[in-house]
């Protein structure tokens, strides 16, 4: 395999990457508090916060994932897609609304709002520990088309750990200075490039291979590769009509209206009309951006014949480095890269705002308008760009799962617990906030038990048919256990008053 890099592709990365943090710097130079620092003040206009929100969610995991995922399988990924659509509608509607209702800058201070502080701050560890492991996968996911190019410079043994720390320290660097306001305009910027990147391949594509793209949609059309629609009513496939719809539209509800990551970028809206028309224009976007890069992995599996790769997310870097000019190779290496930082550096920057928020300021007593606010959350942000670069060193290299996969069942894990604390209080006047706690708790305890059931099913056989159970299902499942046990216990236990948003 040729992975010779050359002076343009070295030049193009460091001249993009360059422009990239100094645009990062410029925009987020006039940090007054805390609350600039963490949702730029609330003057972002939709159109940009739709695009972050995109980016954010899609960046890495998108380019690198998704064409693998299609070379292995075939289009059916696009039925999660619409879900995504739908479940984004349902959380414009419901949880955006109760967000604006007053000056957040954090979700789970609306459970504090509806529940009582303990909420709160069971929510927010949830939302950490969850986010520091979904996002240690996007670092390493990142860390992939890097590691080819350091192929031969450096020994095979170090060069994923080399490839995670040179990401993971630019990041921390650019983090800790950018703020939400230069999140969320170096990600329109970094955005646009890996979409031009995803045209670019489709175009070299249909010029690599004989014949085209009629060719690619022919042979695909032959092997089922084209196949989108999938009846199949059963629990243990991810990418089926009902898998796609209901599972997909429960996980969009759940990351879009009860993660941090995506409802500080929400929050940093001018309105409540704004956030919802980002919130429903990026489901569109992302379902456009999926079909793209879908077609991508059709167009590989086409030109390589189906041959085997070490991993599906090692599909379209090779591609990269092997088959494009260089200069373009350069471009979309950095735009993975670039993508991927900025994608990183937010959810940095919402970790570090749940941390203060959620956690620093209710134990200390201090005021969110207090100067050394400000810099308490840098530190956190800081110490958190640090926690997620060691946790993607510890992410086992040459799996057989697509990293988009992995990234998304990890969120799954605990998704449907906190989608279902939500709810739970909006929907169930009686609940308090015991029931809360205790639904979710049992909710991500057996959610615990489902995503783990294959390595446990051998000592224990009667997990067996839960391993069975396909992503998408995990959060539907996990909110409909949460909202029953809080349900229950609320009708068992003896009244204690009202709420807590009603008291005094």
């Known amino acids: 395999m040729n992975r010779t890099i050359s002076l343009l592709d070295v030049g193009v990365i460091a001249v993009y990457l360059a422009g990239t943090t100094l645009l ?134 170090f060069v994923m750990p080399t490839a995670v720390l040179i990401l993971g320290t630019l990041t921390i660097l650019y983090t800790y200075r950018g703020g939400m306001r230069a999140v969320v305009w170096t990600e329109i910027l970094q955005a ?119 991993g599906p997310d090692s599909v379209f870097p090779t591609f990269i480095i092997e088959e494009m000019p260089h200069g373009l190779v350069g471009l979309l290496l950095a735009a993975i890269l670039a993508a991927t930082m900025s994608t990183h550096s937010g959810a940095i920057n919402s970790l570090a705002a749940a941390a203060t ?10 005021s969110a308008d207090d100067p050394n606010t400000l810099r308490v959350g840098k530190l956190f942000a800081l110490g958190w760009g640090v926690v997620l670069t060691g946790g993607a060193l510890l992410f086992p290299q040459n799996t057989q799962t697509p990293v988009v996969v992995v990234a998304l069942s990890i969120a799954s894990f605990t998704y449907g617990g906190l989608l279902g604390g939500f709810f739970l209080g909006i929907f169930w006047p009686r609940a308090r906030q015991r029931d809360a706690i205790l639904g979710m708790s049992i909710g991500i305890a057996i959610m615990g038990l489902v995503v783990f059931a294959k390595q446990l099913s051998p000592t224990f056989p009667v997990l067996a048919p839960l391993g069975q159970i396909a992503w998408p299902w995990y959060v539907l499942i996990g909110t409909s256990i949460t909202l029953l046990v809080g349900v229950a216990a609320s009708l068992v236990a003896p009244s204690r008053g009202a709420p807590a948003s009603q008291r005094s």
């Open 192 to 310: 646009c490039v890996y979409i031009i990147g995803g045209i670019a391949a489709l175009v070299l594509l249909g010029q690599k291979v004989p014949g085209g793209w009629a060719t690619i949609t022919s042979l695909g059309a032959e092997a089922g590769k084209l196949r989108v629609l999938d009846f199949y009513g059963g629990f243990d496939r991810a990418h089926t009509v009902f898998a796609g719809l209901l599972g997909g539209g429960f996980l969009a509800m759940a990351s879009h209206g009860a993660d941090q990551l995506i409802v500080q970028r929400l929050l940093s809206s001018r309105s409540l009309r704004d956030a919802r028309m980002a919130i429903i224009g990026s489901g569109i976007v992302v379902f456009c951006q999926f079909t793209l890069f879908l077609f991508v992995g059709i167009g590989l599996w086409a030109l390589y014949a189906g041959r085997a790769f070490p």
């Open 24 to 157: 990062g710097l410029w925009v987020g130079r006039r940090q007054r508090d805390a609350k600039d620092y963490f949702v730029a003040g609330r003057d972002i206009p939709w159109w940009a916060v739709m695009f972050s929100v995109v980016a954010s969610e899609t960046s890495a995991l998108t380019f690198i994932s998704i064409p693998g995922l299609a070379y292995a399988t075939n289009l059916g990924f696009l039925q999660i897609a619409a879900g995504y659509i739908l479940g984004r509608i349902v959380v414009a509607f419901t949880l955006l609304p109760r967000y604006y209702e007053g000056e957040l800058v954090t979700a789970y201070a609306l459970l504090e709002k509806r529940f009582g502080l303990a909420t709160r701050r069971y929510t927010s560890i949830v939302f950490m520990v969850t986010r520091g492991l979904a996002d240690s996968v996007r670092v390493f996911a990142t860390a992939i088309p890097i590691a080819l190019i350091l192929e031969g410079v450096v020994s095979r043994r």
């Open 357 to 366: 928020h959620d956690i620093y300021l209710p134990l200390t007593g201090r």
